[in-house]
């Protein structure tokens, strides 16, 4: 929309020193121009965006075989096919074995949060190693009482960590991946393992629906019964595909729910208009 503000004539006082004619010119000179506010395309100025990626092996990258960090290089090459994105800076915040405690204390340390401060976003995965717990402490007796039990204490954990995060940088975009069910190669004789995760996504969704700026994104049905193995040979983590598939269900969350706002935003500028 555009916004006209017209210039004042000048004073009485100042007019009243000048001649008739030269009042004449000045008042035709100030009231043909006009300064004119409109919108320009975002990508007239393509932008650099910091990340933060923080949790677990996910994000580590465990099971990529090329060392690059799982599912960010995936992710960097889609973002920076974006028209209104320049450069995307990751900074790899991810632990091997990080349940929400950990990763809950390592938000507290001066070089992540020196980091977090200035990113435009935070993509957080963690829970996978939460539900992993419950099973190894219990595999003698596993009841579901158990994990409802501890996702209670799962779900205080992740509105810590989100708080803190808001804390640290409250105009970031943070967006939490959910868990998936690798288990079943491991315990197999435990049929309530899809309906455990399921839950604890259910449980991740309802604290993100909390959070203005936070997304949760659900990657739980690429891994049911794939065309084909998106597993490592650990049975466990993402292999390159399983990786590449988790970036383009990010990318397709992120240009729908963020980048809108973080990259498009219109750019105001002003001109002079006879």
């Given at each position: 929309?555009?916004?006209?503000?017209?210039?004042?004539?000048?004073?009485?006082?100042?007019?009243?020193?000048?001649?008739?004619?030269?009042?004449?010119?000045?008042?035709?000179?100030?009231?043909?121009?006009?300064?004119?506010?409109?919108?320009?395309?975002?990508?007239?100025?393509?932008?650099?965006?910091?990340?933060?990626?923080?949790?677990?092996?996910?994000?580590?990258?465990?099971?990529?075989?090329?060392?690059?960090?799982?599912?960010?290089?995936?992710?960097?090459?889609?973002?920076?096919?974006?028209?209104?994105?320049?450069?995307?800076?990751?900074?790899?915040?991810?632990?091997?074995?990080?349940?929400?405690?950990?990763?809950?204390?390592?938000?507290?340390?001066?070089?992540?949060?020196?980091?977090?401060?200035?990113?435009?976003?935070?993509?957080?995965?963690?829970?996978?190693?939460?539900?992993?717990?419950?099973?190894?402490?219990?595999?003698?007796?596993?009841?579901?009482?158990?994990?409802?039990?501890?996702?209670?204490?799962?779900i205080n954990n992740l509105y810590q960590i989100?708080?803190?995060?808001?804390?640290?940088?409250?105009?970031?975009?943070?967006?939490?991946?959910?868990?998936?069910?690798?288990?079943?190669?491991?315990?197999?004789?435990?049929?309530?393992?899809?309906?455990?995760?399921?839950?604890?996504?259910?449980?991740?969704?309802?604290?993100?629906?909390?959070?203005?700026?936070?997304?949760?994104?659900?990657?739980?049905?690429?891994?049911?019964?794939?065309?084909?193995?998106?597993?490592?040979?650990?049975?466990?983590?993402?292999?390159?595909?399983?990786?590449?598939?988790?970036?383009?269900?990010?990318?397709?969350?992120?240009?729908?729910?963020?980048?809108?706002?973080?990259?498009?935003?219109?750019?105001?500028?002003?001109?002079?208009?006879?």
């Open positions: 929309m555009k916004r006209v503000f017209t210039l004042l004539l000048l004073s009485t006082f100042f007019l009243s020193s000048c001649s008739q004619s030269d009042r004449w010119e000045l008042h035709k000179e100030r009231t043909a121009s006009a300064v004119v506010y409109e919108e320009i395309p975002a990508d007239f100025v393509p932008k650099e965006i910091s990340i933060i990626s923080a949790g677990d092996s996910l994000t580590e990258g465990v099971g990529d075989s090329t060392n690059t960090g799982g599912y960010l290089p995936y992710l960097r090459t889609l973002l920076e096919e974006e028209k209104g994105i320049k450069e995307v800076d990751f900074y790899n915040f991810g632990v091997k074995g990080n349940r929400t405690p950990q990763l809950l204390k390592r938000l507290q340390k001066d070089e992540i949060q020196d980091k977090l401060s200035s990113a435009d976003l935070v993509i957080l995965t963690i829970g996978g190693n939460d539900i992993m717990k419950v099973v190894k402490d219990n595999i003698s007796n596993l009841q579901l009482s158990v994990f409802d039990k501890e996702r209670e204490e799962y989100m708080n803190t995060i808001i804390r640290v940088n409250p105009d970031a975009y943070i967006v939490l991946v959910g868990v998936y069910n690798p288990f079943s190669q491991w315990f197999s004789d435990i049929k309530e393992l899809d309906q455990i995760v399921s839950d604890y996504n259910v449980a991740s969704q309802r604290v993100i629906a909390n959070y203005q700026n936070a997304y949760f994104v659900g990657i739980e049905d690429l891994f049911k019964n794939p065309a084909e193995s998106l597993l490592h040979t650990d049975n466990f983590h993402p292999n390159n595909k399983g990786y590449e598939l988790i970036a383009e269900r990010l990318n397709e969350t992120l240009e729908e729910r963020t980048l809108p706002d973080l990259v498009k935003k219109a750019y105001m500028v002003s001109k002079e208009e006879n």
